[in-house]
């Protein structure tokens, strides 16, 4: 019987030359002669010739041989995961002119049951596990098996907390939601006193121009304040239409927080029946 050990230490399927522990790839070290002709140079260690990749420059030995290594795509690999990483917190969600809606921390899914919750499957890994799978007792697998359903049901307890802070985070939305949607209420009512005024002082203006020869004075007062309530109306005017363009850009963003919180709570809910599948036969076991 092989020993978990040995099976691990064994070549696997379809190995490239990339660590798994590492993004980095493998390379070897090359010796490159200065002199053409020259002797070559050997070049052992206890890896047989592979080491990870580094960005370091060549460096010379005692022989003047000049040791290069492979270059290493740690950086281009640590750019990349940034790059999913800012991409799975972007909104799925667009208003009508194209423009991606931006919004809280789930207006991108849940993170626990979303497609990014789950890592890329490793071929190395599952044929590694069932190496050492079939070298185990059944009392040990038992043992493992229960093991892992704890930590199901562990995982299932962070999923159901995760659902409650989301539905927080809805209910904060639609809370600044119904706060500016009192914004506007008051901007409209203003809009309507200023309009009042405006209507009151226009038709002042009316009588004083029909009196402009006997009363050019009276007339250019009234004029005057027509000016300043313009003025005023245009200001309080646009106040109300930035107060509304800001309660239609909530109001889509609630709208996109509902539609993901249901689709959120329906893969919860798979995931759920899932895992609650895996305790129940690992329990038969």
């Given at each position: 019987m092989?020993?978990?050990?040995?099976?691990?230490?064994?070549?696997?399927p379809?190995?490239d030359d990339?660590?798994?522990?590492?993004?980095?790839?493998?390379?070897?070290?090359?010796?490159?002669?200065?002199?053409?002709?020259g002797?070559?140079?050997?070049?052992t260690?206890?890896?047989?010739g592979?080491?990870?990749?580094?960005?370091?420059?060549p460096?010379?030995?005692?022989?003047?041989?000049?040791?290069?290594r492979g270059?290493s795509?740690l950086?281009?690999?640590?750019?990349?995961?940034s790059?999913?990483r800012?991409?799975s917190?972007?909104?799925?969600?667009?208003?009508?002119?194209?423009?991606?809606?931006?919004?809280?921390?789930?207006?991108?899914?849940?993170?626990?049951?979303?497609?990014?919750?789950?890592?890329?499957?490793?071929?190395?890994?599952?044929?590694?596990?069932?190496?050492?799978?079939?070298?185990?007792?059944?009392?040990?697998?038992?043992?493992?098996?229960?093991s892992?359903?704890?930590?199901?049901k562990?995982?299932?307890r962070?999923?159901?907390?995760?659902?409650?802070?989301?539905?927080?985070?809805?209910?904060?939305a639609?809370?600044?939601?119904a706060?500016?949607?009192?914004v506007?209420?008051?901007a409209i009512?203003?809009?309507?006193?200023?309009?009042a005024?405006?209507t009151k002082?226009?038709?002042?203006?009316q009588?004083?121009e029909?009196?402009?020869?006997a009363?050019?004075?009276?007339?250019e007062?009234?004029?005057?304040?027509?000016?300043?309530?313009?003025e005023?109306?245009e200001?309080?005017?646009?106040?109300?239409?930035?107060?509304?363009?800001?309660?239609?850009?909530?109001?889509?963003?609630?709208?996109?927080?509902r539609t993901?919180?249901?689709?959120?709570?329906?893969?919860?809910?798979a995931?759920?029946?899932?895992?609650?599948?895996?305790?129940?036969s690992c329990?038969?076991?």
């Amino acid at each position: 019987m092989t020993s978990p050990s040995t099976a691990s230490l064994s070549p696997t399927p379809n190995s490239d030359d990339r660590s798994i522990y590492f993004d980095a790839p493998l390379s070897h070290f090359h010796m490159n002669p200065s002199n053409p002709g020259g002797p070559s140079t050997d070049v052992t260690n206890d890896s047989n010739g592979w080491l990870p990749a580094t960005d370091l420059p060549p460096e010379t030995h005692p022989n003047g041989a000049a040791v290069t290594r492979g270059g290493s795509h740690l950086k281009s690999s640590s750019s990349t995961r940034s790059l999913k990483r800012s991409s799975s917190r972007r909104s799925l969600f667009t208003n009508s002119e194209g423009r991606t809606i931006e919004g809280s921390t789930f207006i991108a899914g849940a993170a626990m049951t979303g497609p990014g919750s789950t890592g890329e499957p490793n071929e190395n890994l599952a044929f590694r596990a069932a190496t050492a799978d079939a070298s185990l007792t059944s009392k040990q697998r038992s043992r493992i098996a229960k093991s892992e359903a704890q930590d199901a049901k562990h995982l299932s307890r962070v999923i159901k907390q995760e659902a409650k802070t989301e539905k927080r985070a809805l209910g904060v939305a639609i809370n600044e939601l119904a706060a500016l949607q009192k914004v506007q209420t008051l901007a409209i009512r203003n809009e309507a006193r200023a309009q009042a005024a405006r209507t009151k002082i226009f038709a002042d203006f009316q009588k004083e121009e029909a009196l402009f020869l006997a009363a050019r004075s009276k007339f250019e007062a009234a004029q005057s304040r027509l000016n300043s309530e313009d003025e005023t109306m245009e200001i309080v005017r646009n106040n109300a239409q930035e107060a509304t363009e800001r309660l239609q850009e909530k109001a889509q963003e609630v709208d996109s927080l509902r539609t993901m919180f249901g689709v959120d709570e329906r893969e919860r809910a798979a995931k759920m029946t899932e895992l609650e599948g895996k305790h129940k036969s690992c329990v038969i076991c």
